[in-house]
């Protein structure tokens, strides 16, 4: 059986995270599940968006000059350019890349580093880790996170789950904020 501090220090936590925390977040949280909820209800539409804006974002790449993305502007001219493609399309521009020239295949100049594929399916294979790369997985598992915290009851109440909870909320909110106001705030002003 808990002691009273461990209690007393559920109790708090769950005051604190209904009382306060909760009601403060749920309009931003549940309007970013709504946006993604809705973004699922219309996926061929959402997903012809996103190829044009990153066809876009990468326009002036070595890649995209040589597969005629300026001239791209619906699926099926992507698939006449580019169609399916394995690796060996695009391992010229990434040996590029891997030796400094980024504009090779990406848009975006600051790689922080190169993930490993496993090498399963032949040889291993760089993937660039870049901002715009963790901004995309950051978003992806915020959604998750959030979604997973407001259905769940009982992961609430967890310290653990809330502290990490509280954490990622904060972070996606000073990311809102950034992108709201166009100010160059991030977590390492926290420290």
């Known amino acids: ?19 306060i925390v909760s009601p ?21 539409e959402v997903q012809q968006k996103l190829l044009l804006s990153i066809l876009r974002k990468h326009q002036n790449t070595s890649f995209a000059r040589d597969h005629h993305f300026s001239s791209i502007k619906s699926i099926d ?19 590029r890349v891997l030796k400094g020239e980024t504009s090779a ?22 993937i660039p880790v870049t901002d715009s790369y963790l901004d995309d997985y950051r978003r992806g ?17 967890s310290t653990v789950v809330n502290l990490a909870f ?12 950034n992108e709201k106001l166009s100010v160059g705030f991030t977590a390492s002003h926290l420290k």
């Open 1 to 19: 059986m808990p002691g009273f501090r461990e209690r007393a220090g559920n109790a708090l936590n769950h005051f604190f995270f209904q009382n």
């Open 24 to 44: 403060l977040l749920s309009l931003s949280i549940n309007r970013k599940i709504r946006q993604f909820e809705n973004a699922t209800k219309q996926p061929q």
């Open 77 to 95: 001219a992507f698939r006449n350019n580019i169609g399916v493609a394995g690796y060996e399309t695009i391992e010229p521009y990434m040996n």
């Open 105 to 126: 295949l990406l848009a975006d100049r600051r790689i922080h580093m190169f993930a490993l594929t496993s090498g399963t399916t032949n040889t291993r294979k760089y």
């Open 141 to 157: 598992w915020n959604i998750w996170g959030l979604n997973a915290f407001m259905k769940h009851d009982k992961a609430r109440m």
């Open 166 to 177: 509280l954490a990622a909320v904060l972070l996606a909110l000073l990311q809102e904020c």
